[in-house]
């Protein structure tokens, strides 16, 4: 709970003690209700930025191989259908992954809903524990308020505030659920992945070449990761199992140089997706930075387009700290889209809504693993439900 509302809520101690009982109720409800109008903006900033994103080209493109379904976000569009088999595994895997984060919910839900009425108490203690599970301060004011407005001074069982919870959170998360398309008016599509230290660039890299590939997409992987052998080392080991042509240079050799040459290679074989590996030192900001940007400087003496995307691995243990990894990166890089890993060993899935609410980037995939498989599209709705430990 933030200073202030320690302040209003003492505040309020104070004033119910001076008021009949009776009239608290109508006190109480005023207090919501005034919270539920700060969120009304948003709600119109939310129907704004809805508009804004059904005109971007990343919605207009075609669905790519079954991993990432089309989405057109105003549009009720036929999702792809996907093998029901799969489809179920990959919810369970997802369940389990973010079982940390959901127990942590669901039993602070059953704790604080435990035959009570939805009254200021039981608000803030909701508010708490989402801010707890990582979900901010913003989202976590607003789905209280949200819950305020519908239920407030009726009972209400803690399987409903998950549902009711899982449905508002849907609803953000879909505006930034948006697959990873990569199609082929162009070849190749430059790829470059960047990201702190250990968040899974490389292993990402791993997975997302081996599922393009084998959708038969000709795939090359450049390990400008020149910082470490070890990386290069383990980018080649994911380059083989994918069958991806493979592109590294000497140890400490200039990154940028390797990406011009891998370019040049991808465009001379005829590659469709070009994945760029980087190094993720960012203890040493200034020289991650100029990396970088020399990266995209020299790339785009070949391709005036390229990257065409730069995506960010987010760690998901790292909660909160995400956060400013974004605004670090945003800073090096034009990020077009988001991969959060390791949701698996996290207590912390929340940060998936902290992310969509102060960045509105598009989410393109999430990790629950460290297997090929375990890295698959971001879907709000299973995701929201996984997140709030409902049954599918
Ligand atoms: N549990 C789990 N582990 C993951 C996931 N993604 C990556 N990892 C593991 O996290 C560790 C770091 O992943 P890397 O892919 O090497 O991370 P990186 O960003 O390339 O790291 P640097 O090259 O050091 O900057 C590896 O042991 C991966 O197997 C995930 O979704 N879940
Ligand atoms: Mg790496």
């Known amino acids: 709970m933030g200073w202030l509302t320690r302040i209003k809520d003492s505040l309020l101690t104070k004033i119910r003690k001076k008021i009949p009982k009776k009239d608290l109720q109508s006190v109480e409800k005023a207090r919501q209700e005034k919270k539920i109008k700060k969120i009304e903006p948003e709600v119109h900033k939310k129907e704004q930025k809805k508009e804004e994103l ?14 990432f379904k089309k989405k057109e976000k105003l549009k009720e569009v036929p999702k792809i259908e996907k093998d029901p088999e799969k489809k179920k595994s990959w ?22 809903f435990v035959n009570k009425k939805l009254d200021i108490q039981t608000l803030n203690d909701l508010e708490e524990l989402l801010i707890m599970a990582d979900l901010g301060p913003t989202a976590a004011e607003k789905l209280t308020a949200e819950l305020a407005n519908e239920k407030f001074d009726k009972d209400i069982k803690p399987e409903e ?87 590294k240079g000497t140890q400490d050799c200039d ?37 970088l940007a020399k990266i995209i400087r020299v790339i785009r003496k070949l391709d005036l387009e ?28 034009e990020i077009s889209g988001l991969i959060v890993t390791k949701l698996d060993g996290s207590a912390k899935g929340g940060i998936l809504l902290s992310l969509a609410e102060k960045f509105r980037l598009p989410v393109h995939a999430i990790g629950v693993g460290e297997k090929i498989e375990d890295l ?10 996984s997140l709030m430990g409902l049954e599918k």
Not at 54 to 67: D, N, S, T, Y
Not at 277 to 283: I, L, S
Not at 376 to 385: G, H, I, V
């Open 54 to 67: 059904a005109v971007e080209p990343i919605k207009k493109k075609r669905a790519f191989f079954g991993l």
């Open 91 to 112: 919810f369970q895997k997802l369940k389990t992954g973010l079982f940390k984060s959901s127990e942590k919910i669901s039993q602070g839900v059953k704790k604080i």
């Open 161 to 247: 505030v998950r549902t009711f919870l899982a449905k508002k959170i849907e609803e953000t998360l879909e505006e930034v659920a948006i697959p990873l398309v990569l199609d082929n008016i162009q070849k190749p599509i430059v790829v470059l992945v960047v990201g702190v230290n250990g968040t899974g660039k490389t292993t990402t890299i791993g997975k997302l070449a081996h599922q393009y590939s084998s959708e038969g997409k000709k795939i090359m992987i450049a390990a400008c990761d020149t910082f470490r052998a070890a990386a290069v080392e383990q980018l080649q080991i994911w380059a083989e199992r994918s069958s991806a042509e493979f592109v």
């Open 255 to 291: 990154a940028a140089g390797l990406a011009y040459e891998a370019l040049e290679k991808a465009k001379s074989k005829n590659i469709d997706i070009l994945f760029i590996d980087t190094a993720g030192r960012v203890q040493n900001r200034t020289e991650l930075m100029e990396e």
């Open 306 to 333: 390229s990257p065409h995307h730069c995506l960010l691995t987010l760690d998901a243990t790292t909660g909160q700290n995400a956060l400013s990894q974004v605004e670090i990166f945003k800073e090096m890089a």
């Open 376 to 385: 698959q599209s971001f879907e709000a709705k299973e995701f929201a439900e």
